[in-house]
């Protein structure tokens, strides 16, 4: 839209060095596309009734009125991030696993020994709603300084259905309390409960959880952590086709630990995407580059649990495979930032910084249906962005442990200041 059509604008952000608008390329983006940036240098962004009104060369934009004006005059501009991958909800931590991990010890090993997942859900079962709230909010309220406006959020720490919908409630709750857009997935079936029987949580989960989560619009994925120790592909299977029967969309813990056939088993569900793959096969990576399932790859996991290898991302890419990047928040992996996932992508799994950039916004959004609304600065997408106080978008992934984010809008309101 010209300035001529729209005479003036809610907020205009003038003079940036840089926008990163994001917006080229078919979605999700692959291969080579994934390193386009939509570039316009020194330009504006025009925002009106929250949404992106227009992005353009600011001699462009000059005579358009506006109520507010944002200097970014040598600064960087871009969409917020999008975390395809978190486990945000949860009570307790497990700090103390640092330094067996430090020592050696495998994520398996301190799960046998009563770490691990199942001493999150001790932790979380025993805390009220409003405790989980509470201490979810205080996260994502770091998250947004960070730059993370919109993320995806597992329930996963209470393995039982009743407190599966719990976590689910509390989701709900926190998106009424805090601008971080959130998109809730049920994750039931991340660890057989104590003392329990795969097959007999299967079920429960299947007769019990997943009609109370469809009921009440609780959540818009089901995911599950298919993994040797946990659950085998053929309850994977059974749990993710009941949740498509109740009109979720599915997602699945692939290949992260062992090659379980993970990936295929997303490409056989048409799942919104297959995420962690360290594993992988080559065969299962191919089908998803056919496929055009997005992988979310999650760089903090390894790196925080000391593990030798990583997803090879530079292989995903040279296949056509979609990329995108979470941060697996999570009590074992307690990463808030995107951009530090970005920069790990980037120096441990071969990701060039424009590809992370890509990653973290546009094709996350494709990994968790939110593409047509955010990830990228187009008209009419909500006016969700960053103003990073660097002079070029290579900064991002140079600068390793400082918050270059300056400012963060969400629906172009200013929501977070640095």
């Not at 991958?85 to 010890?105: I, N, Y």
Request: aromatic share 4%.
């Amino acid at each position: 839209m010209s300035p001529a059509k729209a005479a003036s604008c809610d907020l205009l952000i003038t003079n940036a060095a840089e926008v990163l608008t994001l917006s080229r390329g078919a979605l999700p983006r692959c291969g080579e596309d994934q390193q386009d940036l939509g570039l316009v240098r020194n330009a504006s962004v025009a925002i009106k009734g929250g949404k992106v009104l227009q992005v353009a060369p600011a001699a462009k934009l000059k005579g358009l009125k506006a109520k507010r004006r944002i200097d970014a005059e040598g600064m960087v501009v871009l969409p917020g991030f999008v975390d395809a991958h978190t486990h945000l909800v949860f009570a307790g931590h497990r700090a103390r696993e640092v330094e067996l991990k430090a020592a050696g010890r495998s994520y398996q090993d301190i799960a046998r020994d009563g770490g691990g997942i199942l001493s999150t859900v001790e932790a979380t079962r025993a805390a009220s709603k409003a405790e989980l709230v509470g201490l979810a909010r205080e996260r994502l309220g770091r998250m947004l300084a960070l730059g993370t406006t919109t993320a995806e959020v597992k329930s996963g720490y209470a393995l039982t259905p009743d407190g599966e919908v719990k976590l689910l409630e509390v989701i709900r709750e926190l998106q009424r309390k805090q601008p971080v857009m959130l998109v809730p997935t049920f994750l039931g079936a991340h660890a057989v409960p104590e003392g329990g029987d795969a097959d007999a949580y299967i079920n429960q989960l299947i007769e019990e959880a997943l009609p109370r989560v469809a009921k009440g619009d609780l959540a818009r994925f089901c995911d599950v952590f298919l993994e040797q120790g946990y659950f085998d592909a053929t309850q994977a299977r059974r749990l993710l086709k009941a949740a498509q029967r109740h009109g979720l969309r599915v997602k699945v813990h692939a290949d992260e630990f062992s090659r379980c056939g993970g990936a295929e088993l997303a490409v056989e569900l048409g799942a919104a995407s297959a995420d962690h793959l360290l594993k992988a096969s080559d065969r299962g990576l191919r089908e998803l580059a056919r496929t055009k399932t997005p992988a979310v790859l999650l760089p903090s996991t390894p790196w925080a649990n000391l593990l030798k290898g990583y997803a090879d991302a530079r292989q995903m890419v040279g296949y056509g495979v979609p990329v995108a990047l979470g941060s697996d928040l999570s009590p074992g992996a307690w990463n808030e930032s995107m951009l530090l996932a970005c920069q790990l992508a980037v120096y441990n799994m071969g990701l060039l910084p424009s590809e992370a950039i890509v990653a973290a916004t546009i094709n996350a959004a494709c990994a968790i249906g939110m593409e047509q609304e955010v990830g990228s600065l187009e008209p009419g997408k909500r006016a969700d962005l960053l103003i990073a106080d660097v002079e070029t978008w290579h900064e991002l992934c140079y600068r390793l442990g400082s918050n270059p984010i300056a400012l963060v809008l969400k629906d172009g309101k200013v929501v977070a200041e640095n």
